[in-house]
């Protein structure tokens, strides 16, 4: 599909259209995971040791969270 535009976060004229947190035991395995299965890491890492922002392989962002809710 020639017409596609990947969204852009977290600024552009194309946004997100899902925001998917997943919540993981191993920060660093998981991002292993991640990108070994097409992920790329985004430009943008506001809180790494916290969060990390990937790109599925056509670029919509996801968040892998060591931080849990309870």
């Known amino acids: ?10 600024e552009g004229p194309h ?5 998917l ?3 993981v035991d191993e920060l ?4 292993d995971v991640a990108l070994a299965l097409g992920a790329t890491p985004a430009k943008h890492q506001p809180a790494p040791e916290q969060w990390r922002v990937l790109l599925d392989p056509v670029g919509h962002p996801f968040c892998f969270a060591a931080v849990r809710p309870d």
């Open 1 to 10: 599909m020639t017409e596609y535009v990947a969204p852009s976060w977290p």
């Open 15 to 19: 946004h997100q259209q899902l925001h």
């Open 21 to 23: 947190d997943i919540a």
């Open 28 to 31: 660093e395995s998981a991002t």
